[in-house]
């Protein structure tokens, strides 16, 4: 799933996908949605599905190297 963002063609997929590349389990994630979404990667729902931008300024990428810069700990 993919969606324009200024010329930027964001690509999006979901929790299974998350986990399996961060190495952060599904069950994991999903906590981190609920009781910590301050620590959790961006996201946003359609409906029941969650999904996780992958690109952009708010995308996956750009949630791991902040987590690397401060060295924050999940």
């Not at 979901?14 to 952060?24: C, F, N």
């Not at 994991?28 to 931008?53: A, I, M, T, W």
Request: a positive charge; aromatic letters at 8%.
């Amino acid at each position: 799933m993919s969606a324009n963002h200024n010329d930027e063609e964001v690509q999006f997929c979901d929790v299974k996908r998350v986990a399996e590349l961060t190495g952060i389990s599904k069950g994991h994630l999903v906590k981190l949605r609920l009781y910590d979404p301050k620590n959790s990667p961006p996201f946003f729902r359609v409906g029941r599905r969650v999904l996780y931008p992958l690109n952009g300024p708010r995308g996956l990428g750009s949630w791991a190297a902040a987590r690397m810069q401060t060295g924050a700990a999940l």
